[in-house]
C-alpha cells in the first residue's frame, strides 16, 4: 500500500492550523492591503490564490535591483525547488526532488511565455541547456511546482519554470535606466546596464518595447596551473524588442525578438577531496589552458495572434528557438591514461570538445470559453514541435601546461545530429457546481518520436562507426482538480496530475556490448497534491500550503556497462517524493512586511536501482534537500515628502544534498552539506529613481551546488565542485522617464 500519510496528515494539521485565523480575519481590519498577483499558469489570467495549482512568482524588477540576475542567485527562495549548477552553462533543475541525475532527459519543462524553449531530449541538451534569461525585460517568472503534463506536455513531471515577458503599451511612453554595480569577497568587481523603453506608435493601437542589457559577473576563483586570478568571470548581453497591434477590438498580433549572449572563462568550481579539503587552497581549481569556459547563445522569436470569437477566445502561438553551446573541458583525469596507449607519448593532457546546436520551432492552437461566470468552462487544443539538435564531441591530446593542441590525430571523434518532435492534442474541463465548489478535469495525447544518426571515429571507440536509430512512444497525461471555496477568503483544493518525460536511444559504440539496449521508453509518475491558499486580515496576510505525494516508476537510470565503461540510460526501478510546502506574505505593521517560505522533501528509492547504478531502496534522489526555507523582513518608512526608504534582512537555508549514484557499492556518494546565507538591503526611491544597496551572503557562507569527480570512470578522486558566489555588496541605480 503506497505510503501517503503524509498527505492526509499534513491537509488535516493545514486545516486546524488556518481555523483561527480564518476566524480572526473576519473582524480585524487590514493593516497594508497586499498586491494583486495575476498569473498565467493554467494559459489563463488568473490571480495566484485562485490557482489550484502550487506556483511561487518571483519579481524580475526587484530581482535585478538586488543583484539577484541569476538562477544560482534565486534558486534556494523557490520551496521544492533545487538545481545541479556544475557551471560553463551546464544547469540541471530539480523540483519536488524528481531527478536521477545527469544524463538523462529532463525533468522540469522551461517556457517563455506559453512556447517551450530548450529541449525535451538530452540528446538536445536539454538535461543542462537551461535557458538562465537576465531579468531586464521579464515581468516575472511563474515555478510551477508538481506534475504540468496535461498543458505543457514532455518532461514538465517535476514541474515548469515559466518567464513571463513584460507586454508593450499602446497608450503609454515610458524609459527606464539601470545602473548596477559589485564587488565580491575572494574576488573580483562586477558591473550591469540595463535600457528599455516603451513607445505607444499609434494610440490605442501599436506599441513597441525595447530594452538591451550588459553585465560582467564578478569572478571568485583562481587557476594554480595558469596563476591567473578570477577565471570564472562572466560576461553576459542581450536584448528584446516586442511588439503589440490591435487590429481591432477583438483581434490582437504581438510578436517578440530575443536574444542573450554568454562567456565565461570557466567554471566557479573548487578542487577539493572527498572530505572537502581544497587540494591547492580554498576558492582554487586546476585546469589546463583554454579549457573550463563557455560560450552560449540564446535566440527567441514568438508571435501570438488573439482573437475575440464570442463564443470563444482563439489563440495562437508560433514560436523558434535556438541555442548554442561550446564549452571545452580538462578531463586529463578520466582519459589521460590513454595517451600513452595511443599516442606512445604518456603525461599529455586530454580535452574534450563539446558543441551542441539545439533549434525548436513550436505551434499551438487553442480555443477557451469566455470566461463570463458561466458553470461550464472550457479550454481545448493542439500542439506540435519539432527540435534540430546537432552534438559534436572530440578528445583531443594536448601539451599539459600550455592546453594547445598538438596536431596528433584524436582519441574520439563523433557527430550525432537528432531531431525530436512531439504533436498532442489537449483539454481542460471545469464545472461549477455551486459558487463555491468546482471541478477541473484535463486530459492530453502526445505522439513522440526520436531520430538520430551518428558518425565516430577513433581508437576509443574501437575505429569508425556509423550508426543511427529511432524511437516513438505514446503516452497520455491527465489532471483531476476539485476546488472549494471555504470562504471569500480561503480556497482549498486536491490535486493528482500526470507527468513524464520522453524516452531516446542510447549512443552504441564501436565497443559496445549487446548489454546495452539500443532504446529506453518513457517514465512517468503521479502526484496527489492537498493544497490551501487564503488571504486574512483583509489581505494583509496571505498564505499557501500544499502537502504532496508522487509517486515515480520506471525511472530513467544513467548505468555503466562494467566491461566497458560506457555509459548509457535504462528504466528501472521505482521511486517516490512526498513533502508540504508553504509560502506566505504578512504584512504586520504599516510599512513592515514579513515573506516566507519552507519546504520539506522526501525523495528516496522505493526500490533498488537495476545492475549497473547502485542505489537500494530509501536512498535520497540525487540534489534532494530535505529542509529549505526563507525568511524576508522589510520594513518601508519615509524620509522625506519626495523620499521613501526601506531596509530588508533576510536568511536562507538549504539542506544537504547527494550527488547522482554511483556505479558500484564501493564508490560512496558525495555529500553537499547544508548552508544558511544571510543577506541585507537597503534603499531609498523617489517617483523618478530607485537607489538600492545590498550585501549578499553576509557571513561569507561557502555552499556547494555541485559536485563532479575528477575521474568520471572510477569516481575515486578529488572533485570538482560548484561554489555559490561568496560574500557581495552592490549598489543598483535605476531612473525612469
Known amino acids: 500500500m503506497r505510503d501517503q500519510s503524509i498527505l492526509w496528515a499534513s491537509g488535516v494539521l493545514c486545516s486546524l492550523a488556518m481555523s483561527p485565523v480564518l476566524a480572526q480575519s473576519q473582524s480585524e481590519p487590514a493593516v497594508n492591503d497586499l498586491e494583486e498577483v495575476i498569473v498565467t499558469a493554467q494559459k489563463r489570467s488568473e490571480r495566484l490564490q485562485d490557482v489550484p495549482v502550487a506556483i511561487s512568482v518571483l519579481d524580475a524588477g526587484k530581482m535585478s535591483e538586488q543583484g539577484s540576475v541569476e538562477l544560482r542567485d534565486y534558486f534556494a527562495q523557490v520551496p521544492g525547488l533545487s538545481m545541479n549548477a556544475r557551471g560553463a552553462g551546464r544547469t540541471q533543475l530539480i523540483l519536488r526532488g524528481i531527478s536521477t541525475g545527469t544524463g538523462g532527459n529532463p525533468t522540469v519543462g522551461i517556457s517563455i511565455g506559453d512556447s517551450p524553449f530548450g529541449s525535451s531530449s538530452s540528446r538536445g541538451g536539454g538535461d543542462f541547456m537551461v535557458p538562465d534569461l537576465d531579468p531586464s525585460d521579464l515581468q516575472h517568472i511563474e515555478v510551477l511546482r508538481g506534475p504540468q503534463g496535461t498543458l505543457y506536455g514532455a518532461s514538465s513531471m517535476g514541474g515548469l519554470v515559466k518567464y513571463v515577458m513584460a507586454e508593450p503599451d499602446t497608450n503609454e511612453y515610458s524609459s527606464r535606466v539601470q545602473v548596477d554595480g559589485s564587488t565580491v569577497a575572494h574576488g573580483g568587481n562586477g558591473y550591469g546596464v540595463r535600457v528599455g523603453t516603451n513607445l505607444p506608435i499609434i494610440s490605442d493601437k501599436l506599441g513597441v518595447k525595447l530594452s538591451a542589457f550588459q553585465r560582467e559577473d564578478a569572478g571568485y576563483i583562481d587557476d594554480t596551473l595558469s596563476g591567473a586570478k578570477d577565471v570564472n568571470e562572466a560576461r553576459v548581453r542581450g536584448g528584446r524588442v516586442a511588439a503589440l497591434w490591435n487590429v481591432t477590438d477583438k483581434v490582437k498580433v504581438q510578436a517578440s525578438a530575443l536574444f542573450q549572449d554568454a562567456r565565461a572563462g570557466a567554471t566557479p568550481n573548487e578542487d577539493v577531496t572527498f572530505n572537502y579539503t581544497p587540494l591547492a587552497r580554498e576558492y582554487t581549481h586546476e585546469r589546463l589552458p583554454q579549457t573550463d569556459g563557455f560560450e552560449g547563445d540564446i535566440r527567441f522569436f514568438d508571435t501570438t495572434v488573439t482573437a475575440d470569437l464570442n463564443w470563444a477566445a482563439l489563440d495562437s502561438i508560433t514560436s523558434y528557438g535556438k541555442i548554442n553551446h561550446d564549452g571545452p573541458q580538462d578531463v586529463t583525469g578520466t582519459f589521460g591514461q590513454f595517451t600513452g596507449i595511443f599516442a606512445g607519448r604518456p603525461g599529455l593532457g586530454v580535452v574534450i570538445d563539446n558543441k551542441l546546436q539545439t533549434e525548436k520551432f513550436s505551434q499551438e492552437f487553442r480555443l477557451a470559453s469566455p470566461e463570463d461566470g458561466r458553470a461550464f468552462g472550457w479550454l481545448v487544443g493542439a500542439f506540435y514541435t519539432k527540435e534540430d539538435s546537432e552534438g559534436y564531441q572530440r578528445l583531443r591530446m594536448v601539451d599539459p601546461q600550455s592546453g594547445d593542441n598538438l596536431g596528433l590525430a584524436p582519441l574520439y571523434d563523433g557527430t550525432t545530429p537528432s531531431t525530436f518532435k512531439e504533436k498532442a ?113 483583509s489581505r494583509a496576510l496571505t498564505m499557501d500550503i500544499a502537502a504532496f505525494y508522487i509517486d515515480w516508476s520506471d525511472i530513467q537510470l544513467r548505468q555503466v556497462d562494467q566491461s566497458t565503461g560506457e555509459s548509457f ?125 545590498y550585501v549578499k551572503n553576509l557571513t561569507d557562507e561557502k555552499g556547494y551546488l555541485s559536485a563532479t569527480p575528477r575521474n568520471s570512470t572510477t569516481g575515486l578522486s578529488a572533485y570538482g565542485v560548484g561554489v555559490m558566489q561568496p560574500r557581495a555588496i552592490g549598489m543598483s541605480l535605476a531612473m525612469k522617464f
Open 569 to 693: 540510460i535504462a528504466n528501472g526501478g521505482q521511486a517516490k517524493s512526498q513533502g508540504v510546502e508553504l509560502s506566505f506574505v504578512w504584512s504586520i505593521l504599516e510599512g513592515l512586511t514579513l515573506n516566507g517560505n519552507g519546504a520539506y522533501t522526501d525523495a528516496v528509492l522505493t526500490e533498488n536501482a537495476p545492475e549497473g547504478t547502485y542505489g537500494l531502496s530509501g536512498d535520497r534522489l540525487p540534489y534532494s534537500a530535505e529542509w529549505t526555507g526563507t525568511l524576508f523582513l522589510t520594513q518601508e518608512f519615509p524620509v522625506t515628502n519626495s523620499l521613501d526608504g526601506f531596509v530588508s534582512g533576510g536568511v536562507t537555508y538549504l539542506g544537504d544534498r547527494l550527488a547522482p549514484f554511483n556505479n558500484v557499492a564501493t564508490t560512496p556518494r558525495f555529500v553537499m552539506p547544508s548552508y544558511t546565507t544571510f543577506d541585507l538591503r537597503a534603499g531609498v526611491s523617489s517617483g523618478a529613481w530607485d537607489l538600492t544597496l
Open 425 to 537: 492534442v489537449f483539454a481542460n474541463l471545469s464545472y461549477k457546481f455551486t459558487d463555491r465548489f468546482d471541478v477541473q478535469i484535463g486530459g492530453r495525447y502526445s505522439e513522440n518520436e526520436e531520430n538520430y544518426s551518428e558518425h565516430i571515429t577513433g581508437p576509443l571507440n574501437g575505429g569508425e562507426t556509423h550508426d543511427g536509430g529511432g524511437s516513438d512512444e505514446s503516452v497520455f497525461t491527465y489532471s483531476f482538480n476539485p476546488r472549494y471555496r471555504i470562504s471569500d477568503h480561503l480556497m482549498s483544493y486536491v490535486r493528482i496530475a500526470s507527468g513524464y518525460r520522453a524516452g531516446g536511444q542510447n549512443q552504441q559504440l564501436g565497443i559496445s556490448t549487446t548489454a546495452i539496449p539500443p532504446t529506453f521508453g518513457s517514465d512517468e509518475l503521479v502526484s496527489y497534491e492537498l493544497g490551501l491558499k487564503g488571504d486574512f486580515f
